[in-house]
């Protein structure tokens, strides 16, 4: 029975990993170009690469690797026809990775035709090394299962809900779906925890020693990490024999059983590393490919944690695409429940709760070991991806499912897992790379405002729909924008949008710039004839003033002509507190914290009057505020009319709750004898110039204006 849940579990893995293989783009995984193009090379050479000026480009750090999953990578991809993949393949010059919040330009490259189904060239070439990934995870949950066998043989529920638990964990799914060595590296991993834990609970001789040298010399052979776990299976061995004879001469035989047909196996690749770049791991060619050495400190490595706990479970692309946040939920919560299970299961009695923990000890020691490693890494250069922690998978899978194993968590684990597997996998990842629709003239929202402009020869912007509801710093505007090619384009444009608020002028609020369908779908791709619907986030700047009137422009790199595609809302996140009202303006608008500033000036200064509006009701017009220096009825000696805050939030926009906070300017003209003058404050409608009636305490104001006070104004010296 349990042979049979084993296989429908490898079975939706198997699915899973082949559905993330299809639904995410070739080469949106981290490092997969330079792993596929370094088993090309061995294909197309049948020599091992090394980081040279030559290589650098395609195959950068990758060269440096050890070689065995490349070696086998270039059997299965022989056969295919490959000679253009490099002219195949086409990058994106705006790429940005390592960063979830853009909202353009996490590709890495444009996927057109040339990658669809039926898949051929390199596009079936990498998709068999997609595929060769998923079969080797598949291993990997073969051996997770017999180490969990063996350490509960009386319980196969517990083995099965580890091996669920790996099997639906989205992270997993993505890079055994993904073209790297690290597959190949966990299931040596895993297989030789698996024979570590056979000789320690059973016993083996030297054909056990030497299978397990063997297995860590395949590890060494397909990524450093296998040098420690070469050491680690050395010590395991000896303290097990240790632990039964209690003479330390054949526990350090054993150990040697371990060691040397490990080095014998793997050893030359580490003479061959010291003889090429004088470093035996050649970590030294990932750090200055990397950008050198950086100046990390502890502190600085451990303040990445979060990114690497939230990789363990579902970060995708180029560490730039993050899952759900209730994934995110769901796995800590399973990790909690697991962890605080283990705990009470290790603390209490039963026959079942016995701790060995000797054997505890041993499994978190390759645990710990696999962690210091990463850490020692990320002092050297960026690694901060929870991928390179599952070498270790076998102890942490068992030790979850230890402590998740209960009779309603058993069953509910793996579904919640399951769920958010299939939502990664379905939604999360073909989302984020789909393209904009093609649509016909007629299908245009009846919304959309038209422009038909020609921005360059053969591209036209036909339309915009821009967002009705109000933003804050900090979020993305969503828009969308209708595209018409005519004619062959000789070159990809880049479109730029760029929203522009109450800073000056000639600076944003916000800036996108990317091949069209937020960097995937560049024009040449597109079906001419047809518009392309192409929606755009672009996102905020979190320090901008607020509220304001955000004007949109958009138009084309290189290309002069923009067009000011209309204005979004912005409000600020809170509004400001206020004074109780002065003065009230029909209909809707109140008067509060009326100030001048100064009030004592000479002719030529500049006198600031503040205002703070609340409003109780929308206004519905563009209303202008005037400013008069001078007595009520009579000519103003001067006045600083203006829209409220310059025009930047004009009353059309205000809603009821909110309370701007707004000032004007008034310069008191040349000549003007000394004395006290009154400075006089309201509103009115500039089509017919008609004041908005304004009441004091309940009483209409002469010619509907506020004194708002005095400014004494003194003769020059």
């Known amino acids: 029975m349990a042979d049979r849940r ?55 750090q990758e060269a440096a690797q050890p070689p065995l999953y490349y070696l086998l990578g270039a059997l299965i991809i022989a056969p295919v026809e490959t000679e253009e993949a490099r002219e195949s393949v086409w990058p994106n010059p705006l790429f940005v990775p390592g960063d979830a919040s853009v909202l353009a330009n996490r590709n890495a490259y444009v996927h057109g035709p040339w990658e669809a189904w039926p898949w051929q060239g390199y596009a079936l070439a990498a998709h068999l090394l997609r595929l060769f990934s998923a079969l080797l995870g598949a291993g990997t949950l073969l051996f997770l299962y017999g180490s969990a066998r063996l350490l509960w043989p009386e319980r196969p529920g517990r083995a099965l809900l580890a091996v669920a638990l790996v ?77 039964r004879r209690r003479r330390w001469a054949p526990a350090l035989g054993a150990a040697a059983g371990v060691v040397l047909p490990g080095l014998l196996l793997g050893g030359w690749l580490l003479w061959r590393n010291w003889q090429l770049y004088g470093d035996p791991t050649a970590t030294n060619q990932f750090v200055r490919i990397f950008g050198g050495h950086e100046e990390n400190t502890l502190a600085r490595v451990l303040d990445e944690s979060q990114g690497l706990w939230l990789s363990l479970f579902g970060v995708f692309g180029w560490f730039n695409l993050r899952a759900p946040s209730w994934v995110y939920w769901v796995w800590n919560g399973l990790v909690l429940a697991g962890v605080s299970g283990a705990a009470w299961r290790l603390w209490s009695g039963g026959p079942d709760r016995r701790p060995r923990w000797l054997l505890v000890a041993l499994l978190g020691g390759w645990v710990g ?6 850490l020692s890494f990320m002092l050297r250069t960026p690694a901060a991806q929870g991928r390179l922690l599952f070498p270790a998978l076998v102890p942490l899978a068992a030790g979850l499912a230890y402590g998740l194993d209960r009779p309603f968590l058993r069953r509910l684990a793996p579904t919640l897992a399951l769920a958010t597997a299939l939502v990664c996998g379905l939604l999360t990842i073909p989302l984020a790379y789909s393209v904009p ?41 969503w828009l969308t924008l209708y595209w018409l090619r005519q004619g062959e384009l000789d070159e990809a444009p880049e479109q730029v949008v760029e929203l522009f608020g109450r800073e000056p002028a000639a600076e944003t609020v916000g800036k996108l710039q990317s091949y069209h369908g937020a960097g995937l779908y560049p024009a040449p791709l597109w079906p001419e004839g047809r518009l392309i619907a192409d929606p755009i986030g672009v996102r905020l700047d979190e320090e901008m003033l607020a509220p304001t009137a955000v004007r949109i422009f958009a138009g084309l790199a290189g290309e002069p002509e923009r067009a000011l595609l209309g204005r979004v809302k912005v409000i600020p996140e809170s509004w400001p507190e206020t004074g109780p009202p002065v003065a009230e303006l029909e209909p809707g608008i109140a008067l509060a914290d009326v ?38 009825g009579e000519e103003p000696l001067a006045s600083g009319d203006s829209p409220p805050l310059d025009g930047h939030y004009p009353t059309d926009l205000w809603a009821a709750g909110e309370v701007i906070k707004d000032q004007y300017t008034v310069r008191i003209p040349a000549g003007l004898a000394p004395g006290s003058y009154p400075i006089l404050l309201g509103m009115y409608d500039p089509v017919d110039s008609s004041r908005l009636p304004l009441s004091v305490a309940g009483e209409r104001q002469p010619h509907d204006s506020f004194v708002a006070g005095h400014v004494q104004v003194n003769a020059a010296d």
């Open 369 to 374: 070991l696999v962690y210091a490693a990463l």
């Open 167 to 243: 099997a639906f964990l989205p992270q997993y799914l993505f890079l055994h779906g993904a073209v790297s060595n690290d597959p190949l590296i966990i299931l040596l991993a895993s297989a030789a925890l698996y024979q570590l834990l056979r000789f320690w609970l059973q016993g083996g001789g030297r054909r056990a020693l030497l299978l397990l040298g063997l297995t860590a010399g395949l590890a060494l052979l397909s990524k450093m990490a296998g040098l420690i776990l070469l050491a680690y299976a050395a010590a395991a061995v000896a303290l097990a024999v240790w632990r």
């Open 595 to 632: 100030t001048i500033t100064p009030q004592t000036a000479t002719a030529g200064t500049d006198v600031q009057i503040g205002v703070t509006w609340i409003v109780s009701a929308p206004p519905g017009r563009a209303l202008t505020t005037f400013i008069h220096l001078g007595r009520p």
């Open 6 to 60: 084993l296989a429908v579990l490898l079975l939706l893995y198997l699915a899973l990993a082949v559905l993330y293989g299809a639904a995410n783009p070739l080469f949106e995984a981290p490092d997969e170009p330079e792993h596929y193009f370094t088993a090309q090379y061995i294909a197309d050479t049948w020599r091992l690469p090394a980081v040279t000026p030559e290589t650098e480009p395609w195959l950068g």
């Open 437 to 477: 629709q093609a649509i016909t003239l007629q299908e245009l929202p009846p919304g959309a405002a038209e422009f038909n402009r020609q921005l360059a020869p053969g591209l036209t912007l036909v339309a915009a729909d821009l967002p009705a509801e109000a933003v804050r710093p900090g979020e993305p505007v």
